[in-house]
Nanobody, 123 residues
Framework: QVQLVESGGGLVQAGGSLRLSCSAS????????MGWFRQAPGKEREFVAT???????RYSDSVKGRFTVSRDNAQTTVYLQMNSLKPEDTAVYYC?????????????????WGQGTQVTVSS
């Protein structure tokens, strides 16, 4: 059974940092593109960042320069380092994985999703 489990969310003051982790199990994700998405209250889920097995990366304009996505050598864990957090970053953050290698910002291209982890940034 495929599982993606996020961790590392919490409450932080504006300007602070958090590091989210996503642990993948149940199949080999070593060559799969992985992504992070978020959904704020009352809003649609949106793309945050994505990383390929070879290290190709793309960020949304809203987080570029503040967030960093990475993955470990065994390719089983993906991270999202979030710095200079703003109240508008408050959302449930979801990890997602593709079956394919290529990165994309399109949610429908991701076959597997985690349950999400809450990030709350206070002003």
């Amino acid at each position: 059974q495929v599982q993606l489990v996020e961790s590392g969310g919490g409450l932080v003051q504006a300007g602070g940092s958090l590091r989210l982790s996503c642990s993948a199990s149940g199949r080999t994700f070593s060559t799969s593109a992985m992504g992070w998405f978020r959904q704020a209250p009352g809003k649609e889920r949106e793309f945050v960042a994505t990383i390929s097995w070879s290290g190709a990366i793309r960020y949304s304009d809203s987080v570029k320069g503040r967030f960093t996505v990475s993955r470990d050598n065994a390719q089983t864990t993906v991270y999202l380092q979030m710095n200079s957090l703003k109240p508008e970053d408050t959302a449930v953050y979801y990890c997602a994985a593709r079956r394919e290698m290529g990165i994309t910002t399109s949610q429908i291209a991701y076959a597997y999703w985690g349950q999400g982890t809450q990030v709350t940034v206070s002003s």
